[in-house]
């Protein structure tokens, strides 16, 4: 008879073949690892100044880097003062406890660095930090 239940191996399968799972997680870890330098590193390059407090911090909606050639920037787009002032006013709207994190090429004046902290925090924005780059403490 045909397509009778008892037609065919009688053998059980008692286990799972997982080299081909584990080959193809491999790989793409492999592809993770390699393509997660390229993602990390910064779209406009500043030389950031060495602190030994430095901390991580989480991604923020606003992302200011000012160049060492007093350009400024807002999420990877060179702006404006006015622009800036304008994306922080829709930021706020969308989120209210909106952070901003500001990078600063070591070589920028202090007094660009505050007059930048002033643009944001007259703008509305309350919780800002300084991005800086993580080095080990001097041996005493």
Do not use: C, W
């Given at each position: ?35 997660a330098s390229?993602i990390?590193?910064?779209a406009?390059?500043?030389?950031l100044?060495k ?12 992302a200011?880097?000012?160049?060492k ?14 622009l800036?002032?304008a994306k922080?006013?829709?930021e706020?709207?969308?989120?209210p ?17 505050v007059?930048?902290i002033?643009v ?17 403490a001097?041996?005493?």
């Open positions: 008879m045909a397509g009778t239940a008892t037609d065919g191996d009688d053998d059980l399968i008692d286990s799972i073949n997982v080299t081909p799972l584990v080959d193809v997680m491999l790989v793409l870890l492999i592809i993770f690892m390699v393509t390229y990390v590193e910064p406009i390059p500043v030389e100044p602190a030994v407090t430095s901390e991580e911090t989480v991604q923020t909606t606003l200011l880097v000012l160049t050639d007093g350009k400024l920037f807002l999420n990877g787009e060179e702006a404006t003062e006015e800036l002032r922080v006013k829709e706020l709207v969308k989120h406890d909106v952070q901003a994190i500001i990078a600063a090429d070591k070589d920028v004046s202090h007094g660009a660095v007059h930048l002033d944001i925090k007259l703008s509305g924005v309350v919780k800002f930090a300084l991005n800086t780059k993580y080095e080990d001097p041996a005493r």
